[in-house]
Antibody, heavy 123, light 109 residues
């Protein structure tokens, strides 16, 4: 069974830092691109960051570029999101999500998601 | 930056057909995916590549595409389908990689 389990959320003051983790199991982690997606209270889904299977391709949303760093440890089947210079608008539930592609490389969306971890940025 | 436009809300009675649209200038050249999210739960992929349905998703969920608009159709809506629905595509503006629509709240009357 495919599982993605996030951890590391909590309450942090503006300007502070937090590191989120996502533990994967039930699939060959080294062959999948993984993403972070968030949902702020009362808002919709927002894509945050993406990292390819080998970490060769990394992308960030404009809203977090320069403040957040995505990484992965394939030996531990784990994904990370280092969040620095946090702002109130970063308050959200953060999800990790597996990206699926077909044999021709076409994207097929995010087929598995974790249950999310809540990050609250407040003084 | 690139935007996908969805109606904020759609309301239907049980057994009726719900149609949720997603508009974007680049959609004729890109695939779109759809997600369902219920309160307190993670999103679920219900349609990928415009029209494909993942295993385990009921057949009443279908997708279509015409020009700059893609549509998620739920036939014979059930009370359990009440949720937020989001479309997703790649961002052609070059500023991001993925983009989600603003979401549509489906209310089953």
């Amino acid at each position: 069974e495919v599982q993605l389990v996030e951890s590391g959320g909590g309450l942090v003051k503006p300007g502070g830092s937090l590191r989120l983790s996502c533990a994967a199991s039930g699939f060959i982690f080294t062959t999948y691109t993984i993403n972070w997606v968030r949902r702020a209270p009362g808002k919709g889904l927002e894509w945050v960051s993406s990292i390819s299977s080998s970490s060769r391709h990394i992308y960030y949303a404009d809203s977090v570029k320069g403040r957040f760093t995505i990484s992965r440890d394939n030996a531990k089947s784990s994904l990370y999101l280092q969040m620095n210079s946090l702002r109130a608008e970063d308050t959200a539930v953060y999800y990790c999500a597996r990206e699926r592609n077909d044999s021709s490389g076409y994207y097929e969306g995010f087929d598995y998601w974790g249950q999310g971890t809540l990050v609250t940025v407040s003084s | 930056s690139y935007e996908l436009t969805q109606p904020p809300s759609v309301s239907v009675s049980p057994g009726q057909t719900a149609r949720i649209t997603c508009s974007g200038d680049a959609l004729p050249n890109l695939y779109t995916h759809w997600y369902q999210q219920k309160p307190g739960q993670a999103p679920i992929l219900v349609i990928y590549k415009d029209t494909e349905r993942p295993s385990g998703i009921p057949a009443r969920f279908s997708g279509s595409s015409s020009g700059t608009t893609v549509t998620l159709t739920i036939s014979g809506v059930q009370a359990e389908d009440e949720a937020d629905y989001y479309c997703q595509s790649t961002d052609t503006s070059g500023t991001n990689f993925w983009v989600f629509g603003g979401g549509t709240k489906l209310t089953v009357l």
